[in-house]
């Protein structure tokens, strides 16, 4: 049972890490095109949602390192 475990633990990472990288790649393109579209006249709506935007994306790392750093740890009990 321990094998079939680890093999399902090693599935589940490499699910994880292609279902990561696809958002990610998604959300890198989203910023690229709203920093392209900045204008003088609205600069204050547009850095507020840059602001917003940013943080996500730092959440979004953050968690998606604590999630690999979980998964990819060795289990002690």
């Known amino acids: 049972t321990i094998k079939v475990l680890q093999q399902r633990l090693a599935d589940m990472k490499k699910t994880l890490q292609r279902e990561l990288r696809v958002p990610s790649s998604s959300l890198d393109s989203e910023t690229d095109q709203s920093a392209a579209i900045i204008t003088p ?3 204050k709506t547009v850095t507020a949602k840059s602001a917003n935007n940013l943080e996500d ?3 979004f790392k953050y968690l998606k390192h604590v999630l690999i750093k979980f998964l990819t740890s060795r289990e002690y009990e």
Do not use: F, T
Request: proline content about 0%.
């Open 41 to 43: 006249s609205s600069s």
């Open 57 to 59: 994306d730092v959440n």
